[in-house]
């Protein structure tokens, strides 16, 4: 090759031989990238409806990358694959421009891509094809694509050249298409609910909203430290002291925690807020809002994930922390039980060390035990106002916050409470929560966010708050294991060293 082509640790005698075809490109005069190629149309319009354009003798052009060429000779068929499908394209010598049969001849190979104009028929087996009367180089590719019949297989290597995967594999693009269909959904419907979109700060100097451990940097001109946003919440509910009391935003949160096949330390929320609404309104609307997202994106609402049969359509189950706990077990429990007793109806069940609270040890048993029999879609309510910082408590049960999440196929999937709008009381959650940070809980907030409770103190209207996981929410409706097949670059560790457990505990990402 010749010193002015790259040399990649990864570079074979194959992709020694494509560099040579750029420069053979190159002396007799063809651009290997050029600037613009416009196509009239994509594979999908073409085979739609593709009897006028075959009776009319119409001249299309299309463009894409090379795939399965079958050569015979003086003539060749291969398919031409776009953003939308692929299309088959028939090239004969005295039918396509000599310029445009010699650059098959001599240069083309699987994964150029190329544009092609020609008129469309069917062949003998009633496939539609464009007849190419031009063919060009669009780019040279100088990496031969994952062999035909083993494909592109490795899941590492899937997720580190995910645009490899985009072209080997034509399901991940259809999953990301209806990803894409999915959240232009959700905004439609929140539009037609009077929902303002908005956008807050990813770069905070004080980090709230949940519980996690942040990601830290430093601004260098204003010399002070700043965090990665774990939650959009404090911003939103500043908006909603403003008057902006129905907002929303879609954007992506950083928790610096663990990876796992429901967890990447970068993903996507929703995070709502309505004022003059409590949780149990919020219950109602989240039914809702995933059912006509759904619907909306992809036209059904019964979806089957991991072998089980979801359905958006029916009323939602509705039950208890502790019920949920209760019914497992088969025991009594309550919030405000004896953690002693607690442990002495469960003989059999151990309890980890560092647990040392009822709340603690009801939340433990709940999370391990009574999460993955939650398949159909479940709101399970009234969480300890302990671990719920900003939500304000049930009538008559101070110790209870007015809190649910929503479960799915054993995944959490939403989270929302009624906001706490007292700002002595939200001053003495925060105080607390410095106190465990002190006591060693590196999750907790460590600094009082002052300017928040003076934005309270001008007063919130009673408002119920949102969080929905779109990553995890995207697997249910695609039956997608992994959230890694749902984000198109998740983190990975570098190259060469050891994969993560496949289920590493963390935290809500």
Same mark, same amino acid.
């Given at each position: ?26 002396? +007799? ?31 299309? !052009? ?54 092609? *104009? ?20 669009? *780019? ?95 911003? =939103? ?84 922390? *502790? ?17 002693? !007793? ?8 151990? =309890? ?19 999460? +993955?029999?939650?398949?159909?879609? *479940? ?48 001053? +003495? ?46 697997? =249910? ?33």
């Amino acid at each position: 090759m010749s010193e002015n082509f790259p040399f990649l640790p990864d570079h074979n005698d194959l992709i020694e031989l494509r560099y040579g075809k750029v420069g053979g490109l190159r002396e +007799a005069g063809i651009d290997p990238y050029p600037a613009q190629f416009e196509a009239t149309h994509i594979s999908t319009d073409l085979l739609g409806d593709p009897e006028p354009r075959i009776d009319s003798g119409e001249t299309v !052009a299309v463009m894409g990358r090379v795939m399965g060429v079958r050569s015979f000779g003086k003539a060749a068929f291969f398919h031409l694959r776009d953003r939308a499908g692929q299309i088959q394209v028939y090239i004969k010598k005295g039918i396509v421009e000599d310029a445009g049969f010699d650059l098959y001849k001599k240069f083309l190979d699987g994964g150029d891509l190329v544009g092609v *104009t020609g008129k469309l028929f069917r062949t003998k087996t009633d496939e539609v094809t464009v007849e190419a009367a031009t063919l060009v180089l669009c *780019t040279k590719a100088v990496r031969q694509l994952p062999e035909k019949w083993h494909g592109f297989k490795d899941v590492e290597a899937r997720y580190r050249q995910r645009y490899v995967d985009l072209i080997a594999n034509p399901g991940v693009a259809d999953t990301f298409r209806k990803r894409s269909r999915i959240v232009s959904a959700m905004r439609r419907f929140l539009a037609g609910q009077d929902f303002m979109e908005v956008q807050t700060p990813l770069l905070q100097p004080l980090y709230g909203g949940a519980s996690a451990r942040p990601f830290q940097t430093h601004h260098n001109a204003l010399d002070m430290p700043l965090f990665l946003r774990i939650a959009p919440e404090l911003y =939103l509910k500043r908006l909603v002291v403003g008057g902006l009391d129905r907002v929303y935003e879609i954007n992506r949160n950083f928790r610096n925690e663990g990876i796992s096949t429901r967890h990447n330390p970068e993903f996507t929320m929703l995070e709502l807020y309505a004022g003059g609404w409590n949780a149990v309104r919020m219950m109602d609307f989240v039914e809702e809002l995933l059912r006509e997202t759904a619907r909306l994106a992809l036209g059904e609402t019964k979806f089957v994930y991991n072998d089980a049969e979801l359905d958006f359509g029916k009323p939602f189950a509705r039950v208890r922390l *502790t019920d949920a706990v209760a019914r497992k077990f088969n025991i009594d429990v309550s919030w405000d039980m004896d953690l002693a !007793a607690l442990k002495g109806a469960l003989p059999n069940v151990g =309890l980890p060390d560092e647990i040392t609270t009822t709340d603690g040890a009801i939340c433990h048993l709940f999370e391990e035990y009574c999460e +993955a029999d939650l398949v159909e879609p *479940t709101f399970v309510v009234e969480f300890p106002k302990s671990i719920s910082p900003l939500a304000k408590s049930l009538e008559g049960q101070p110790e209870v916050a007015d809190r649910f999440e929503l479960y799915v196929a054993g995944m959490e999937v939403a989270n929302a409470y009624s906001e706490l709008n007292d700002p002595a009381e939200q001053f +003495a959650r925060f105080e607390e929560q410095v106190r465990r940070r002190e006591g060693g809980d590196m999750e907790a907030v460590g600094k009082i966010d002052e300017d928040y409770v003076r934005a309270l103190e001008y007063g919130m209207v009673p408002t119920a708050g949102l969080g929905v996981g779109i990553d995890r929410f995207v697997m =249910l409706l695609t039956g997608s294991l992994s959230i890694r097949d749902v984000i198109l670059f998740p983190l990975m560790r570098p190259h060469g060293e050891a994969p993560a457990p496949a289920d590493e505990p963390e935290g809500e990402g």
